[in-house]
């Protein structure tokens, strides 16, 4: 992957630590946890995954294999309900 960023038909609102996103093509609606917030506010600041995997790990206490598979599979979902583009 080379880089993500948001879908443009995406909205979303921080709610204390979570996120509720919404599809607005879709009217789909998603709501983020804790830690799925932390990688959503990433997704902007940081330019591919190890980027965002390193920042994610100096803000948790993980194992990195952990972190490594929780944050692909999240970012694979994301990708695959088009809330998260893949860029060039």
């Known amino acids: 992957m080379s880089g993500w960023s948001i879908s443009a038909e995406v909205i979303s609102q921080r709610l204390g630590d979570e996120t509720v996103v ?3 093509g879709s009217n ?3 709501q983020l946890n804790e830690t799925g917030t932390r990688l959503w506010e990433s997704l902007g600041a940081c330019t591919d995954r190890a980027q965002l995997e390193a920042q994610l790990a100096a803000e ?3 194992d990195p294999m952990t972190l490594t598979f929780e944050a ?3 970012l694979d ?3 695959g309900e088009r809330l ?3 860029r060039g």
């Open 60 to 62: 948790y206490e993980v």
């Open 22 to 24: 919404v599809h607005l």
């Open 28 to 30: 789909r609606i998603y």
């Open 77 to 79: 979902r994301l990708i």
């Open 72 to 74: 692909q599979s999240l």
């Open 84 to 86: 998260v583009v893949i």
